[in-house]
């Protein structure tokens, strides 16, 4: 072993070694996370307390009214008007559980949204911009499957306003009586409004809670406030927060998305940390402490619910319906979030939707953290770091030229591969080295044709390969320093949303799998249809692995790793057949360019000037280090002789 040799191994293990030490959590972190750790556990006890004076208290209540009294507490049925008796009407919030099916719509120049008077809420939210891949009017969500709704206890039941009936407040005197709102200036401002009584004496007051919302031109972020008039003498007096429960059935957006961007919940907790839940089985979290926001996120559509200050509490779940008949449901996702509540004579309660795409620029610059609902790799700091600060600045730059984005991933492989050409010559001239030695390596090979003498026979290589300069390992690290940029690629192109529904050649969607020819059927591991790209991908994968091998062949490999290497890109060939169509194209521009490469640095490199080279290192003296020596005596204390040239 020679020193170069080493400080390869040594230059490896100690970049394994940084990871794992960079990746590690500091002292403050593990200090950090058992204080988080024992706060959840404390506010899980205060829940669980607070919750059970909640439901004594209603019970006490209820049981101590007359059994006339004790059917207007249930409010949970939307009764048509007639159904109602006087008592249910005269109660609190009795009058608006009468059905109502009216409507209302407030539009911007990128959002449509219908506000239900059930509920008062968003029922359909609609991306103006955008539309499904199968040119469909692009919703966000829909009211089938959805609920949005506040609740907290009242007197002596627990109000839902999920199942009352809102009416319309218009801050716009021109649009006053109107069903459908545009904007006309820079923000439009609506309310739906939510009154304790239907009809109050002269000078009285009707309390009342109402559901404000404001949108912004140009802008994907809805302002919501919920405001609470006169309600602090019919809210419970131990009341510190509200529950606001969300939930959705997600609809397909898109033809296709992979495991590693799909649908899910997103949530940031007070100091911006993002979690999520799986993006391809069942799964539920529960956060008993602080919350800034929480997010139905889609594959390159989210719709974000943040809190002005923040939410006490959070619970979630994602789930699947297998039995579900709709053609379009992806995934059911449900929240429950703590709304802090001061008791006052008038509350505001700031909050904000996000109703708008995956854009990494678009999301980073409300500085929430809502950008890492985009997958580009925030496990690994090399990933991220290398998608962030070097390929989407270049990509939005080369973006804004106006190009086809097929010409774009063409210049965009063109600079990356341009960049690590020092490593690829490095490479070659490595393999090279190896080469001209295969002759000498055959007659090591043939001197110790036994087993047992396979130390000797590695003793005597290594020892060829010092005497003549050369690093058995100069050619791996080069491509160990190439693999981050591999796996930056594989996150880029899949959660790329400048890439989705843009046609390239006979690919209509970069983001999605191209097809020339849909199969009858389906094939186990592969699918239903053959991706061009995929396949033109695996061909030059199968040719550069077996130049790979011809440029290698001076080096030993492992018994089946040549076969092993020709198997991997039939693998990936069913695995990508359904991926990205710009990521297959990518690897096949990646592969191409590097054909080039290999042929250029051929016409530079004289192997027989290379190959003379290394015999007149054999005459130069060959210094040992005090490692080297070290090790020789170690070998020659455990029985082994050095071998001579």
């Given at each position: 072993?020679?020193k170069s040799?080493i400080?390869g191994l040594?230059?490896i293990?100690g970049i394994?070694m940084?990871?794992f030490y960079?990746?590690?959590p500091?002292k403050?972190e ?8 024992d706060?959840l556990?404390t506010a ?11 439901i004594?208290?209603e019970?006490?209540?209820?049981a101590?009214?007359?059994d006339s009294?004790?059917?207007?507490m249930?409010v949970?049925p939307a009764r048509?008007?007639?159904t109602?008796?006087p ?5 609190p919030?009795?009058h608006a559980l009468q059905?109502?099916?009216?409507n209302?719509w ?6 449509r949204?219908r506000l ?6 968003p ?7 955008y539309?499904t891949?199968d ?11 959805s609920t949005?709704?506040?609740?907290f206890f009242?007197?002596r039941?627990?109000v839902?306003?999920?199942k ?6 218009w801050?716009?005197?021109?649009t006053?009586g109107?069903d459908?709102?545009?904007m006309?200036g820079?923000?439009?401002k ?16 009707n309390?009342?809670?109402?559901f ?15 405001v609470?008039?006169?309600m602090q003498?019919?809210v419970?007096p ?6 606001l429960a969300?939930t959705?059935e997600?609809?397909k957006?898109?033809?296709t998305?992979?495991?590693m961007?799909?649908?899910?919940v997103?949530?940031?907790h007070?100091?911006r940390e993002v ?5 391809s089985?069942?799964d539920?979290m529960?956060?008993?402490t602080?919350?800034k ?8 559509f989210?719709a974000?619910?943040?809190a002005?200050d923040h939410?006490?509490?959070a619970?979630?779940?994602?789930s699947t319906?297998k039995?579900?008949r709709d ?7 449900n929240a ?5 509540y001061?008791?006052a004579e008038?509350t505001r309660i ?5 109703f708008g795409?995956?854009?990494?620029k678009?999301?980073?610059?409300y500085?929430?953290?809502m950008?890492?609902?985009?997958p580009?790799?925030w496990?690994?700091f ?10 989407l ?7 804004n030229?106006?190009m ?9 492989t063109?600079?990356?591969?341009l ?5 690829a ?7 090279a080295?190896m ?14 044709p036994?087993?047992e003498?396979?130390m000797?026979k590695?003793?005597a290589?290594m020892a060829?390969y010092?005497s003549?300069g ?8 080069p491509?160990l ?7 930056a ?15 390239f050649?006979?690919?209509?969607d970069?983001s999605s799998y ?5 199969l009858?059927?389906?094939i ?10 995929t396949?033109?991908m695996?061909?030059s994968t199968?040719?550069?692995t077996?130049?790979?091998?011809q440029?290698?062949?001076g080096?030993q490999q ?5 076969l092993?290497?020709?198997l991997?890109?039939i693998?990936?060939?069913?695995i990508?057949n359904?991926y990205s ?6 690897y096949?521009?990646a592969n191409l ?6 042929f250029i640095?051929?016409?530079f ?5 290379l190959r003379?080279?290394?015999?007149a ?5 060959v210094?040992?280090?005090?490692f080297?020596?070290?090790?020789e ?5 455990r029985?082994?002789k050095?071998?001579?040239?």
């Open positions: 072993m020679n040799t400080i040594v230059l293990f394994m940084g990871y960079l990746m590690q500091s403050e593990i200090q950090k996370e058992k204080a988080r750790q706060s556990i899980r006890k205060k829940e669980a307390a607070y919750r059970d004076s909640l004594r208290i019970r006490d209540s209820i101590q009214l007359p009294l004790r059917p207007k249930d949970t048509p008007a007639g109602l008796s008592q249910d009407l005269a109660a919030f009795g059905a109502d099916t009216s209302w407030i539009e911007s120049d990128v959002l949204i239900s008077a059930k509920g008062g809420r029922a359909d939210v609609e991306l103006t911009q539309k891949f040119t469909l009017p692009l919703m966000l969500f829909r009211e089938k499957g949005f709704s506040l609740s009242q007197e039941q627990r839902e306003t999920g009352c009936h809102f009416t319309p407040v801050y716009d005197n021109t006053e109107t459908s709102i545009v006309k820079d923000r439009l609506f309310g739906m409004r939510l009154y304790m009584f239907d009809s109050v004496s002269d000078g009285a007051q309390p009342y809670i109402e404000v919302y404001t949108l912004t031109r140009g802008s994907y972020m809805v302002g919501f406030e919920v609470m008039k006169g003498d019919y419970a131990q009341t510190e927060q509200l529950d969300w959705a997600l609809q957006q898109e033809k998305t992979n495991v961007n799909g649908s899910t997103y949530y940031a007070a100091d979690e999520y839940l799986s993006e089985k069942d539920e529960s956060v008993p602080k919350v926001w929480l997010s139905f996120k889609q594959a390159f989210t974000v619910l943040i002005g939410f006490t509490q619970e979630a779940s994602v319906d039995k579900s053609p379009r449901y992806v995934r059911s996702v429950t979030l703590g709304v802090p001061t008791r008038e700031p909050l904000q939707f996000y795409p995956n854009k990494f678009t999301l980073k610059q500085d929430l953290g950008e890492r609902q985009i580009l790799g496990s690994f090399l990933m991220h770091w290398i998608n962030r600060f070097a390929v600045p270049v990509f939005n730059w080369l973006e030229t106006g086809n984005y097929g010409i774009i991933i063409l210049i965009l063109l600079l990356l591969k960049a690590l050409f020092p490593i010559y490095k490479t070659y001239v490595s393999s080295k080469r001209a030695l295969k002759p000498e390596v055959d007659e090591i090979t043939k001197k110790f036994k087993k003498d396979a000797k590695q003793q290589t060829l010092k003549v050369v690093n058995p390992m100069a050619g791996c690290v491509q320093l190439q693999f981050p940029i591999l796996l690629m594989f996150r880029f192109f899949p959660a790329s949303f400048e890439l989705r529904q843009q046609s050649l006979w690919a209509t970069l191209d097809s020339i020819l849909n009858p059927f389906k186990p591991g592969y699918g239903d249809h053959v991706s061009l790209f396949l033109l695996t061909i199968i040719i550069y077996r130049i790979n091998n440029m290698m062949s080096t492992m018994p089946g790793m040549k092993m290497m020709y991997m890109p693998m990936f060939l069913g990508f359904s169509s710009g990521l297959s194209y990518y096949l521009l360019i590097t054909f080039a490469q290999i640095i051929r016409r490199v004289d192997e027989n000037k003379a080279q290394l015999q290192n054999k005459q130069k003296p210094k040992k280090s005090r080297q020596q070290r090790l005596e170690a070998a020659k204390q029985g082994y050095p071998v001579k040239k």
